[in-house]
């Protein structure tokens, strides 16, 4: 088994690595994120309670995202092509953490690494502003430098790119401020119990992908 967290601030290339490091290792990425904007975009219960949180920059409540985490590690276990997980965008406050500390020791899992990716601010914003993502198999483009080939189209599946409402500049900035107070603070609970490695995000994709690679191996 290989439990990973994928840890960082909002454009600093989660997603990304994530599509990644899930085939590579053979590992269930699960992320928050994307579980939340899929409720949205079904318009379930769910979905009408966290769309204006969501699209504010702010954090939904722990209750909310607990739920969703213990039936995605639930389901990991019982999906034997998969080899553990793969946390992106939770834990994201101190709360989460203890949370997700007690689920697992009451499954017996544990998190083998965390994996920190840490990216300037402008480096962020830059690429938030001009990031495309597909709605349905939640791959990540970017204008600038990762077009889809056709515009507006998904590479891998087909279908219509979309902006995340919550990549306008002001609400990225709330994002990164959101991140600094209630997440970043995270890791000083995790020190001392999990390796952290710390990889530089600013790099090129494939860059960030080999540093990961080797950090976790
Ligand atoms: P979530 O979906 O988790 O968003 P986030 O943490 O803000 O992170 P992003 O998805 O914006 O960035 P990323 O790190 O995945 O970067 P990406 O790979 O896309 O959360 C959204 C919202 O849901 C929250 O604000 C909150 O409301 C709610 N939520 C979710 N989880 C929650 C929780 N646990 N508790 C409470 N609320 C929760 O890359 C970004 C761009 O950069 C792309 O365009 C990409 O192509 C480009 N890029 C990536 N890598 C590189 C590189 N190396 N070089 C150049 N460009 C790059
Ligand atoms: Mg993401």
Known sequence: MMNLIL?????????TQAERLRDSF???HISTGDLLRDAVARKTPLGKKVESIMAAGELVSDEIVLELIREAIAATKADRSRKGWLLD???????QAQ??????GKTNEAI???????????????RLS???????CKAVYNLLNMP???EGICNKCGKELIHRKDDRPETIANRLDVYEAQTAPILEHYEDKVPIHRVDGGRTVDEVTR????AVR
Not at 112 to 126: C, F, K, P, Y
């Open 7 to 15: 840890f960082g601030p909002p454009g600093s290339g989660k997603g």
């Open 112 to 126: 083998d690494e965390i994996i920190v990716l840490e990216v300037d601010r402008d480096a962020i914003i830059r």
């Open 130 to 136: 001009n990031r495309r993502s597909c709605p349905q």
């Open 148 to 150: 889809p080939v056709r």
């Open 26 to 28: 053979s590992l269930r």
């Open 211 to 214: 540093a990961i690679e080797n």
């Open 99 to 104: 949370s997700l500390d007690g689920l697992l």
């Open 89 to 95: 965008g939770f834990p994201r406050t101190v709360g």
